[in-house]
């Protein structure tokens, strides 16, 4: 069987900077204090009005495959992960494939909410070591959701920001590729957070649009442990799997939510916090294109090398959760 290897990332994320103080004006209350000190936000990019999910993509996408030493022809399958796609149908993947030049490659999206990159880089893993005929796949990880804010609400509107990560996966040349993997949903958690309404369940009504109900929207609170819980049960089963502990993976890439949790988890873990990156501070919460941008900036910064053990712990609203052990395959 065919180990999948990560060959190329990117990662793109709009010029429009948004400050903490930002909200310190709009609201005309501290929310500097709490973004600073419990979420570990200073500040956080949105999109231009003019701008949709595809145009944050396409520029991430391309340094995946600059970096990757391969064209948008070389591309076998294109996987997008979002829950805000450019349309509802058909899939963003087909809009990249088109823009990207990418002929050859099939297209589909996926949606397991802020967990997407990681289940995207699941499935390509999987598609390449069952079937010879894939040889690269890029994995997309999007997010814009500064058009699904409610501005009324300053808890959440102060978290969420914009910006896409990717990266292609191909065979492996050597024997670094990836290892070991585990899901975990907890359904019950299915209505405490999301865009509930333009679906079936909920058609997008007049009347919904003026209760803003087409908005990004926590009708529920999910346990604040939940993460603290999960991420290093998971992490302990998909390193038990390849006879590993958590001490000896070199980098944790964990979605980018809520700091404290990933202080919360890496403590329980008995890890030094730092073995985890982070990417909130200057970027916000971008949801599922966070830790696909976690992986872009410690390449640009030339931190992991050949053999480093990775695991990348996803965690998004269903209550859905992906976990993937990997070793690095070269030098940054």
Avoid at 26 to 44: A, H, M, P, V
Avoid at 286 to 315: F, N, P, Q, Y
Wanted: neutral net charge.
């Amino acid at each position: 069987m065919r180990k999948a290897t990560i060959v190329g990332t990117g990662m793109y994320v709009p010029e429009n900077v948004i400050k903490n103080e930002y909200f310190d004006k709009l609201y005309n209350k501290d929310i500097s204090t709490f973004l600073e000190s419990q979420r570990g936000i200073f500040e956080r990019r949105w999109m231009d009005k003019s701008q949709r999910t595809s145009d944050l993509i396409l520029p991430a996408a391309q340094e995946a495959l600059k970096n990757a030493n391969i064209t948008a022809k070389d591309l076998d399958l294109i996987i997008v992960s979002t829950d805000t796609p450019d349309y509802l149908s058909p899939s963003t993947a087909s809009v990249i494939q088109y823009k990207l030049g990418a002929v050859n490659a099939g297209t589909f999206d996926i949606n397991s909410a802020c967990a997407g990159f990681v289940s995207g880089c699941e499935i390509a893993s999987k598609f390449i070591s069952a079937d010879h005929k894939y040889k690269n796949i890029l994995v997309v990880g999007a997010y814009a959701m500064s058009k699904y804010l409610n501005m009324d609400d300053y808890k959440t509107s102060s978290l969420f920001a914009d910006g896409a990560s990717a990266a292609v996966l191909s065979a492996s040349p050597n024997e670094y590729g990836f290892l070991s993997s585990a899901m975990y949903t907890d359904g019950q958690y299915h209505d405490y957070m999301g865009i509930y309404a333009g679906g079936t369940s909920q058609p997008l009504t007049h009347q919904a649009i003026e209760n803003k109900e087409h908005l990004l929207s926590f009708p529920k609170r999910v346990p604040p442990e939940t993460n603290g819980i999960h991420w290093p049960r998971l992490t302990n089963l998909i390193t038990d799997q390849i006879k590993k502990t958590p001490a000896d993976v070199k980098h944790y890439f964990i979605t980018q939510f809520n700091l404290q949790s990933i202080y919360e988890a890496m403590d329980k873990m008995n890890l030094p916090r730092e073995k985890a990156h982070y990417v909130m501070g200057k970027y916000g919460y971008t949801g599922s294109a966070s830790i696909g941008m976690c992986i872009a900036e410690a390449v640009r910064e030339h931190k992991l090398k050949k053999g480093d053990l990775c695991v990348m712990l996803g965690s998004g609203g269903g209550m859905s959760m992906t976990a993937i052990a990997f070793e690095w395959s070269y030098n940054t």
